[in-house]
T-cell receptor, first 115, second 109 residues
Framework: IAGITQAPTSQILAAGRRMTLRCTQD?????MYWYRQDLGLGLRLIHY???????GKGEVPDGYSVSRANTDDFPLTLASAVPSQTSVYFC??????????????FGPGTRLTVL | GQNIDQPTEMTATEGAIVQINCTYQ??????LFWYQQHAGEAPTFLSY??LDGLEEKGRFSSFLSRSKGYSYLLLKELQMKDSASYLC??????????WGAGTKLIIKP
């Protein structure tokens, strides 16, 4: 593995179903992020984690949960999917602590459709 | 509130120069990023500015004026592969990235 991987690549989901989007990085970055990207809007932060064992809420956290049991993995769970959660989801990571820069590296994305 | 403004779409000709502007109003400032995103792909890092002035990196340059809350990305010798969206993002006082909606750049032969 090189960088960040996400799974699945795409998914069609019935409303009300539970879904977990997976994200794994092999760069030993401390921080990880989940964004959603919708047409005409900027990337919006859902949840983040500055280090393993800690998580925080972003701009649009409602309906989503995350966990960070170890450095490499940062799954995003939709407990009961709704159509407004149809979006492209990007996972990203960065080496927090590098003073002056916090470049984020993105996974390839998961395209989720909730019907 | 926090706000990042950039044009929705721009068109330029292959071989020409294009400047994509970004203005921002954020709670604090710890740097400004430009990312490139090809359709259907992930954003990739282009540049980072934290001090005023111009940073040049090959065909791409990025400029920052903190007093004006303004940045631009300059692309020279445009190639067809430069057709993409260009995202401006500011690192605020909490070290959270605030993203603009992106500028879709269309390159015509």
């Amino acid at each position: 593995i090189a960088g960040i991987t996400q799974a699945p690549t795409s998914q069609i989901l019935a409303a009300g179903r539970r879904m977990t989007l997976r994200c794994t990085q092999d760069m030993r970055h401390n921080a990880m992020y989940w964004y959603r990207q919708d047409l005409g809007l900027g990337l919006r932060l859902i949840h983040y984690s500055n280090t393993a064992g800690t998580t925080g809420k972003g701009e649009v956290p409602d309906g989503y949960s995350v966990s960070r049991a170890n450095t490499d993995d940062f799954p995003l769970t939709l407990a009961s999917a709704v159509p407004s959660q149809t979006s492209v989801y990007f996972c990203a990571s960065s080496e927090v602590g590098a003073v002056g820069t916090d470049t984020q590296y993105f996974g390839p994305g998961t395209r989720l459709t909730v019907l | 509130g926090q706000n990042i403004d950039q044009p929705t779409e721009m068109t330029a000709t292959e071989g020409a120069i294009v400047q994509i502007n970004c203005t921002y109003q954020t709670s604090g400032f710890n740097g400004l990023f430009w990312y490139q995103q090809h359709a259907g792909e992930a954003p990739t890092f282009l540049s980072y500015n934290v001090l005023d002035g111009l940073e040049e990196k090959g065909r791409f340059s990025s400029f920052l004026s903190r007093s004006k809350g303004y940045s631009y990305l300059l692309l020279k010798e445009l190639q067809m592969k430069d057709s993409a969206s260009y995202l401006c993002a500011v690192l605020d006082s909490n070290y959270q990235l605030i993203w603009g909606a992106g500028t879709k750049l269309i390159i015509k032969p």
